[in-house]
């Protein structure tokens, strides 16, 4: 019977995701079926070989290897696999690299358990690319934001970016969060600005902190102020 069963196979490095993920599955559905769960990327690609499921639910953010770098290398050997990614984030760039590397869709994990089923279902005998309404809009807004930065917003964070080498290891948003931190904006605001969620500014700002090696937003204004020196 499981062989009718749409197989999927999940992909997150918190448990607490997977067994929720497995729970409202199991209980709301009779046509799919978890063949297996990946804590990394790494695993993820193994267990896909291993199960060869239909579709895939991929984080993004995973150790040992990073949910888009598992969805490029799992298309790489299996093209007829399809994989929807469910993150915290937001952000247009990792929408775009995951779409890029050969992702069918990019939810949020807040996403209903109805919605995200719907969405499984949809994939089963189509290419549809599933995103999440919210994220298209956000992108449409960034896109139109981007477009209206003038040509003295551009050299002042080139300057930025420049005389920050350190910065090199930033992703282009984490760069626009990491100049309004210097700036001395909250939380709050930083969203407003980039049309984000409050969510994805402290998911960009912990990795900021990593990458950067710093504790806290004095040691941001601390490392900016290099650009006068």
Known sequence: MDKQKLKVLLADDQEMITKSLST????????IHIVGVAAN?????????????????MDVLMPKLNGIEAVAAIKAKNTNVKIIMLSTYDDDEYVRSSILAGASGYLMKDTSPTELISAI?????????QISPDLVRNMVQNKFKHEEKNEKSNIEENALYKNLPELKHLSNREKEVFTLLAMGYDNEKIAEKLFIS??????????IYSKLCVKNRFEIIRLANKIDN
């Open 41 to 57: 990327g790494i695993e993820a690609v193994e267990l896909m070989q291993e199960h060869n499921p239909d579709i895939i639910l």
């Open 198 to 207: 409050i969510q994805s500014v402290k998911n960009h700002i912990s990795i």
């Open 24 to 31: 409202y599955l199991k209980n709301y559905t009779d046509d």
């Open 121 to 129: 279902r949809a994939l089963k005998n189509n290419n549809i690319i």
